[in-house]
């Protein structure tokens, strides 16, 4: 299993501001997700975020919005830029480890407001 | 288009009783179907993983079916506790070389004394 933790647990934004979320996972992986989950809804996946190269984007988010950092195999920052009230969401970070079935960890989520 | 649905959306029970959660999706390439339990204010916990061969997989008090041809699934959970009051999440695995997962709304179940 992977114990992961997300710092901060919760903050609350100004409106075009910046915030950086870290992440650390307790051992070492290659493969390190982060997600979105908006209220009510499920999780969308933002981006994959493997160590010694360029995060993967899913569809309709942009490095320049959500850029992410993965300087070794047991951490990874994701920062949510100039942000606006549509961001205000609970943000996860996954990890998966070991197993066929690639069983996958999260986090326990920053829970972001933006006013 | 890959999709993962859930019902009912909300549930409340009295504590002991027996509950059933539906989870019916259209995925493809199908890998595997997982169950997920979500605490309010934490992450998805997983409670079950089965691949297209299983048709039945528990944990404790939790039993999970898949019906591949039918494309459905269900969450049983047996004698339900309070500390069983969370969201759950029926997640389908895509088989595109690395698990990529797709994402049910979710059953909000709040088992009450």
């Known amino acids: 299993s992977a114990v992961i933790s997300q710092k901060p647990s919760r903050d609350i934004c100004q409106r075009g501001t910046s915030l950086t979320i870290q992440c650390q996972v307790d051992s070492q992986v290659t493969m390190m997700f982060w997600y979105r989950q908006q209220p009510g809804q499920s999780l969308t996946l933002i981006a994959t975020a493997n160590q010694g190269s360029e995060a993967t984007y899913e569809s309709g988010f942009v490095i320049d919005k959500f850029p992410i950092s993965r300087p070794n195999l047991t951490f990874s920052t994701l920062t949510v830029s100039n942000m606006s009230p549509e961001d205000s969401s609970i943000y996860l970070c996954?990890?998966?480890?070991?197993?066929?079935?690639?069983?996958?960890?999260f986090g326990p989520g920053t829970r972001l407001t933006v006013t | 288009k890959n999709q993962v649905e859930q019902s009912p959306q909300s549930l409340i029970i009295l504590e002991g009783k027996n509950c059933t959660l539906q989870?019916?999706?259209?995925?493809?390439?199908?890998?595997?179907l997982r169950w997920y339990k979500q605490d309010t204010g934490r992450g998805p916990v997983s409670l079950t993983i089965m691949t297209f061969s299983e048709n039945t997989k528990s944990n404790g008090r939790y039993t999970a079916t898949l019906d591949a041809d039918t494309k459905q699934s269900s969450l049983h959970i047996t004698a339900s506790q309070l500390s069983d009051s969370a969201s759950y999440i029926c997640?389908?695995?895509?088989?595109?070389?690395?698990?990529?997962?797709?994402f049910g709304t979710g059953t909000r179940l709040l088992v009450s004394p």
């Open positions: 997640v389908v695995s895509l088989n595109t070389g690395f698990q990529k997962l797709v």
């Open positions: 989870c019916n999706y259209t995925v493809s390439p199908f890998s595997n």
């Open positions: 996954s990890v998966a480890a070991g197993g066929g079935h690639y069983e996958q960890y």
